[in-house]
């Protein structure tokens, strides 16, 4: 079976195993992982036969191919378990998105801050709008960017910012990062709103 731009991707990763080896020769390891050194496939397959096991290609893209003489139920157990450790340790990052209004009192201000500084620890990435309406979206750019910095010091989370504050559809928006390089801030008293 030659691979065409009509093969499958399942086709494509199924282990080829026994006969359906294609190479003339075979760097042969054992059931143990010793190594028998290059082999015709014919002396491989006769290797394996004389044990009692498989003749499982691990490496086709290697010259010569490496193949591997063990039970085919136990590679594939071997293989599942490798891709379940390897999906365990992929970190999926989220942008979380926390919105912050000119007139939010201080202590739901805090609360938010707590929220997005325990995103930050998960490893998410934080995206803070400072929600603007009616009258409020034609304030001077520099008023607002101090009232969202404001917000970004009380943050009890080393962060970095990711996108620098600008304008968005809703008002003004800033993206955040965990910082780990940094020790975490300690948290500071909010400015009583004038």
Do not use: C
């Not at 991707?9 to 199924?14: I, S, T, V, W």
């Amino acid at each position: 079976m030659g691979f065409t731009k009509y093969t499958t991707q399942a086709e494509k990763e199924r282990v080829r195993m026994n006969d359906g080896i294609r190479a003339k020769e075979v760097r042969t390891l054992g059931p143990e992982g010793e190594n028998y050194g290059i082999l015709p496939i014919d002396e491989a397959l006769a290797k394996a036969r004389e044990m009692g096991f498989d003749l499982i290609e691990i490496s086709p893209n290697a010259n010569p191919p490496v193949a591997k003489i063990t039970d085919y139920g136990k590679f594939k157990y071997e293989q599942k378990k490798k891709d379940k450790e390897v999906k365990s340790k992929a970190r999926v990052t989220e942008t979380k998105e926390a919105q912050v209004k000119i007139g939010t009192s201080d202590n739901d201000m805090r609360i938010k801050a707590s929220k997005i500084a325990a995103w930050l620890r998960e490893g998410h990435r934080v995206k803070i709008d400072l929600f603007l309406w009616g009258r409020y979206k034609y304030m001077e750019f520099e008023f607002l960017k101090e009232r969202l910095e404001r917000f970004l010091a009380i943050i009890p989370e080393s962060y970095k910012i990711a996108d620098e504050i600008k304008k968005s559809p809703k008002g003004l928006s800033v993206a955040l990062e965990r910082d780990s390089s940094k020790k975490a801030p300690k948290p500071e008293k909010a400015q009583s709103a004038e």
